[in-house]
């Protein structure tokens, strides 16, 4: 069976997205603090690079093997990113890795869009 064009974008802009997430975390700052121990930023990054390969997972999940669920948990992750971004642009201002993050979440958000509209209606089952 042929995948639906809409359902093949939503599959490139969510890889892309997770993509620049991972060049996200590498471009993060990883300089120990008081606060900030070198053990706490390996367990961010090892914790950031497990989330970005279960979000891999639920991209395959959605496009490939058709299922619903993931991508209402793409949504909810997307959500929650946007939540987190604004609160690191409001500390810290737009700085290199959240600026990669704002771009990730508008690929995420339009791969989403084409997730849920066009021929990609009645691809993902419940």
Known sequence: MNVPRNVLWFEVLLYLSLTLDALSVAFQDRTPTDVRTDQMITGETLTAGCMILLL????????????NWPRWALGA?????????????GE??????????VVSCIL??????YSFTGDAQGWFNA
């Open 77 to 89: 992750m997307l959500v929650l990113s946007v939540i987190s971004l604004v609160q690191v642009i």
């Open 56 to 67: 891999v997972y639920f991209v395959r999940l959605a496009a490939q093997h058709r299922k």
């Open 108 to 113: 995420t958000a339009a791969g989403l869009y």
């Open 92 to 101: 810290k201002g737009l700085e290199l890795d959240s600026a990669i993050e």
